[in-house]
């Protein structure tokens, strides 16, 4: 199928799969165009065959095939390309054990088939072409709940419990728009198992794009400088290049091994940010095309602040208890990064390096990025007073936490409160 840019073409096949393994009938995806199909700079830079080709790697999807079914169904075609375009716009790559949110069917049915994860291709394996190495990336169609345990554990974890499940992909992770139980209804156990991995393995989850938003209560009433921001003269206030690069960096690529997780240093020097045990994105370094900031970087202040308050929609919120147990008791960081406007929210743990903020300091602010520093001591009493922000059916909205003797407070506030720019 020829489709319109970025992908130059999808291929459809029928697979006949494998009764031996279990593996049934299906039709098969595979995209051409977000690697280099021409090696003369036409779409990607050509930087020779030993790197990656392009983008380094093509889609593909395996959709189960309904009796009586002649022809492949063509929204996987749309899917794809719609993740194509997100690639393409944003430049950032896909890595096997990724997930995509999508909060959607995927086939624009009744399904509860309504987000992502990636991996391997069972059948293709890495190809070296003249233009560089090429690999495929296997789209698998979970379920809301099954997306929860991949960002709660780890998106590799939980392709392996599917493995596991034939109807729920089997051993090929074939996607069936028309399973209608998640694999923790259809085996109960599986929880167990992810709940187990939790706690031993953390999250590998370390940032989210989310409605959220800082209030330094320090200030005084009458101060009506932006609590969020720092003004150097009459520059605007934002965050500067070389910030956003950084939270970009723990936003794109999540995956960390490190024993020790050490955040981007905060200076002028150019240099790769997090160790990951994925492929570094086609910009890696802490320093963009667009990193000469407004304000200097190196004239931005750090401030300590004596108190805060930080605000998060119900989707963002419900995310503090896996940013608290997956991440910071296993002495890791975890960013929330505004969509709807210029502010960051990094919690970090005592076994961080390269955070501003210290034991001492456990709040402080570069720009409109926060860092917040939370003993383990204090997460686990956390852990226990927002113990209800695991059950939404029963939460009612705004809801507000506060730590006085910590001088911290956390509202969780309906999503109007942040579409609106003055709130």
Not at 202 to 210: E, I, R, Y
């Amino acid at each position: 199928l020829g489709g319109p840019d970025p992908l130059d073409y999808i291929s459809m096949y029928r697979n006949l799969g494998n009764p031996a393994l279990n593996v049934p009938e299906h039709w098969h995806y595979v995209s051409f165009g977000l690697s280099d199909l021409y090696g003369d700079n036409r779409v990607h830079e050509f930087t020779g065959t030993d790197g990656p080709s392009g983008f380094g790697f093509e889609l593909t999807f395996r959709l189960k095939r309904e009796t009586g079914e002649s022809a492949p169904p063509t929204w996987p075609a749309e899917l794809m390309q719609g993740l194509a375009r997100y690639v393409f716009q944003s430049e950032n790559t896909f890595c096997s054990g990724d997930h995509v949110s999508w909060h959607s069917p995927l086939d624009n049915s009744e399904s509860r088939i309504q987000h992502m994860l990636l991996t391997e291709d069972p059948q293709m394996q890495p190809v070296q072409t003249p233009f560089g190495v090429v690999t495929f990336l296997q789209i698998v169609g979970v379920c809301t709940e099954e997306l929860h345990a991949a960002q709660q554990w780890n998106g590799q974890g939980i392709l392996e419990l599917l493995r596991t499940v034939p109807v729920a992909g089997g051993p090929w992770l074939i996607t069936d728009m028309r399973r209608g139980e998640t694999i923790f209804e259809i085996d109960p156990h599986l929880q167990e198992r992810v709940d187990k991995g939790i706690e031993t393995d953390g999250s590998n989850l370390s940032g989210v794009s989310a409605k959220c938003a800082w209030d330094d209560l320090s200030r005084p009433p009458e101060d009506d400088e932006d609590s969020r921001s720092i003004c150097i003269g009459t520059q605007p206030r934002r965050l500067s290049g070389k910030d956003t690069e950084q939270i970009r960096e723990t936003l794109r690529r999540g995956l960390e091994i490190n024993s020790k997780p050490v955040l981007p240093p905060i200076n002028a020097q150019r240099q790769n940010g997090l160790n990951h045990d994925r492929a570094p994105s086609r910009k890696d370094s802490l320093e963009s095309e667009s990193s000469a900031a407004i304000i200097p970087h190196e004239l931005i202040r750090t401030r300590q602040l004596e108190s805060v308050h930080l605000k998060f929609n119900q989707e963002s919120g419900a995310l503090i208890p896996l940013c608290l147990r997956g991440r910071l008791l296993h002495g890791r960081h975890f960013t929330y990064k505004s969509i709807t406007g210029d502010t960051a929210i990094t919690f970090v743990s005592t076994g961080v390096e390269g955070a501003f903020a210290t034991e001492e300091h456990p709040y402080a602010a570069h720009g409109p990025w926060l860092q917040i520093l939370l003993t383990e001591e204090f997460v686990e009493r956390m852990l226990e007073d927002l113990e209800d922000l695991n059950s939404p059916e029963e939460f009612k909205l705004p809801k507000e936490y506060s730590w006085p003797e910590k001088k911290l407070k956390v509202s969780i506030l309906p999503d109007a409160v942040f579409d609106n720019p003055l709130h």
